[in-house]
């Protein structure tokens, strides 16, 4: 799950964004289009975030590697539990369904890092399975267990019960990414996200999370055309729903492949990458110049199969060296990452000089700043802070605190 943060609603000065209702959101001008509830949309074209222009945030620049004075910042898993002040808004909302499918309080728990540390990215607080029920798989989250779905599909027959998706079902992520593109009013990305289809097909098939994948794995050998079936609507599903949140006010959308790296690179070959490349397609197709980034955990075996899949920027995890990992991905695609999470809990000094590391081992273009996964519990939020103030104090046209100038390419 992922999360992100703004302020000062630009429509009108005496309204925050806890008043704007959905009649108000419509009146903005963010009327949902017809296309979106229930009928096909082989002819729907995005009408926000798709061309550029030199106000767009800096985050999008980078990622489409234009020239830009500092990396951008933001952080996976941006908003959550290290934070006091979400801790106290779950104590009161205890559902995490109720928190990531409510309008009110996505938004605030997008916005509440924002308030803290200003990132130059805002991702949407909500979870790769929310849009699960919408095209019909059912699921919850128990604290102990986590994400559990009751019915896997395993068969032909249980195919039957997914339908094409519903978004006006997920209203709640739409109206969300509205309010956040005014709060934000272009000083951040917003930013939202979309499991992939192999990735989503895990929690379906294994009935929840695995440490072994071993029923899908075993799937792709025993029931392939069962397979195939289900990541094919998984992918026409994910691609209207990533169209949806474009069409909703995302600058920007990350697919996160999080147990891609699960499979061996032949294995993902077959059964992640061609679904991702037809998502990637169709979006491209609809949203020509809205950035996409893909990220995967334990992509080091993956990058060069990673770079030919058409997205924009490709997220590397922090076991990828940064030099090595330019080099594998060659200059057509942007990078972001990689500072190992771990790094938060270091002395702030140690902190800062692996920021530098890492971004002048990435170069002056196309590089977005990132942690190699997400923000760990218990996180110290001094530590978030001072990431994002050591972001802010970059220049590409200055050197590096303890390091010589070699390449001005190489030097923020």
């Given at each position: 799950?992922?999360?992100?943060?703004?302020?000062?609603?630009?429509?009108c000065?005496?309204?925050?964004w806890?008043?704007i209702s959905?009649?108000?959101?419509?009146?903005?001008?963010?009327?949902?289009?017809d296309?979106?509830?229930g009928?096909?949309s082989?002819?729907?074209r995005c009408?926000?975030?798709?061309?550029?222009?030199?106000?767009?945030?800096?985050?999008?620049k980078?990622?489409?590697?234009?020239?830009v004075i500092?990396p951008p910042?933001?952080?996976?898993r941006?908003?959550?539990r290290y934070?006091?002040?979400?801790?106290?808004?779950a104590e009161k909302?205890?559902s995490?369904?109720?928190r990531s499918?409510?309008?009110d309080?996505?938004?605030e728990i997008?916005?509440q890092?924002?308030e803290a540390?200003h990132?130059?990215?805002?991702?949407?607080?909500?979870?790769?399975?929310t849009p699960l029920?919408?095209?019909g798989?059912?699921f919850?989250?128990?604290?102990?267990?986590?994400?559990?779905?009751q019915?896997p599909?395993?068969?032909?027959?249980?195919l039957?019960t997914l339908?094409?998706?519903?978004?006006?079902?997920?209203?709640f992520?739409?109206?969300?990414?509205k309010i956040?593109r005014?709060?934000?009013?272009?000083?951040?990305?917003?930013?939202g996200?979309?499991?992939?289809?192999?990735t989503?097909?895990t929690?379906?098939?294994?009935?929840g999370t695995s440490?072994?994948?071993?029923?899908i794995?075993g799937?792709?050998?025993?029931?392939p055309?069962?397979?195939r079936?289900?990541?094919s609507?998984?992918?026409?599903?994910?691609?209207d729903?990533?169209?949806?949140q474009?069409?909703?006010?995302?600058?920007?959308?990350?697919i996160?492949?999080?147990?891609?790296?699960?499979?061996?690179?032949?294995?993902w070959d077959t059964?992640?990458?061609?679904?991702?490349?037809?998502i990637?397609?169709i979006?491209?197709?609809?949203c020509p110049t809205?950035p996409l980034?893909l990220?995967?955990?334990?992509?080091?075996?993956l990058?060069?199969r990673?770079?030919g899949?058409?997205?924009?920027?490709?997220?590397l995890?922090?076991?990828?060296?940064?030099v090595?990992?330019?080099k594998?991905?060659?200059?057509g695609v942007?990078?972001?990452?990689?500072?190992?999470?771990?790094y938060l809990?270091?002395p702030?000094?140690?902190?800062?000089d692996?920021?530098?590391?890492?971004v002048?081992?990435?170069?002056?273009?196309?590089?977005?700043l990132n942690?190699?996964?997400g923000?760990?519990?218990?996180?110290?939020?001094?530590?978030?802070?001072?990431?994002?103030?050591?972001?802010?104090?970059?220049?590409?046209?200055?050197p590096l605190?303890g390091h010589?100038?070699?390449?001005?390419s190489?030097?923020v």
């Amino acid at each position: 799950m992922c999360v992100i943060v703004g302020s000062g609603c630009s429509t009108c000065s005496c309204l925050s964004w806890k008043s704007i209702s959905l009649f108000s959101v419509q009146q903005m001008g963010f009327l949902l289009n017809d296309s979106y509830r229930g009928k096909p949309s082989a002819h729907r074209r995005c009408h926000v975030s798709c061309s550029s222009s030199s106000s767009d945030p800096l985050l999008v620049k980078a990622a489409r590697g234009e020239p830009v004075i500092r990396p951008p910042a933001w952080m996976m898993r941006q908003a959550g539990r290290y934070m006091a002040v979400y801790r106290k808004l779950a104590e009161k909302y205890p559902s995490f369904r109720e928190r990531s499918e409510t309008t009110d309080l996505i938004v605030e728990i997008s916005l509440q890092p924002w308030e803290a540390f200003h990132p130059d990215g805002v991702i949407i607080f909500s979870d790769i399975l929310t849009p699960l029920p919408a095209f019909g798989v059912p699921f919850d989250i128990e604290e102990v267990r986590g994400p559990v779905i009751q019915s896997p599909i395993r068969n032909e027959e249980d195919l039957k019960t997914l339908h094409p998706i519903e978004l006006e079902k997920l209203h709640f992520v739409g109206d969300s990414l509205k309010i956040l593109r005014q709060e934000v009013e272009g000083r951040a990305a917003v930013l939202g996200f979309v499991g992939a289809p192999w990735t989503i097909a895990t929690y379906i098939v294994e009935g929840g999370t695995s440490r072994t994948y071993t029923t899908i794995k075993g799937m792709c050998h025993a029931a392939p055309h069962v397979l195939r079936a289900l990541l094919s609507h998984l992918t026409e599903a994910i691609a209207d729903y990533l169209i949806f949140q474009v069409e909703s006010g995302a600058h920007c959308v990350q697919i996160f492949d999080s147990w891609g790296g699960q499979l061996t690179p032949h294995m993902w070959d077959t059964w992640s990458k061609p679904y991702i490349e037809k998502i990637v397609n169709i979006v491209k197709i609809k949203c020509p110049t809205t950035p996409l980034v893909l990220y995967i955990n334990g992509n080091g075996g993956l990058l060069e199969r990673m770079k030919g899949i058409g997205v924009d920027v490709i997220g590397l995890d922090w076991t990828v060296d940064m030099v090595d990992g330019r080099k594998r991905l060659g200059s057509g695609v942007s990078v972001q990452g990689n500072v190992d999470p771990a790094y938060l809990f270091s002395p702030l000094p140690a902190l800062t000089d692996e920021i530098h590391r890492v971004v002048r081992s990435a170069g002056s273009r196309g590089h977005i700043l990132n942690l190699g996964h997400g923000v760990l519990v218990g996180t110290p939020e001094e530590a978030v802070s001072h990431f994002f103030e050591v972001a802010r104090s970059l220049n590409y046209t200055s050197p590096l605190r303890g390091h010589g100038v070699e390449k001005k390419s190489l030097v923020v």
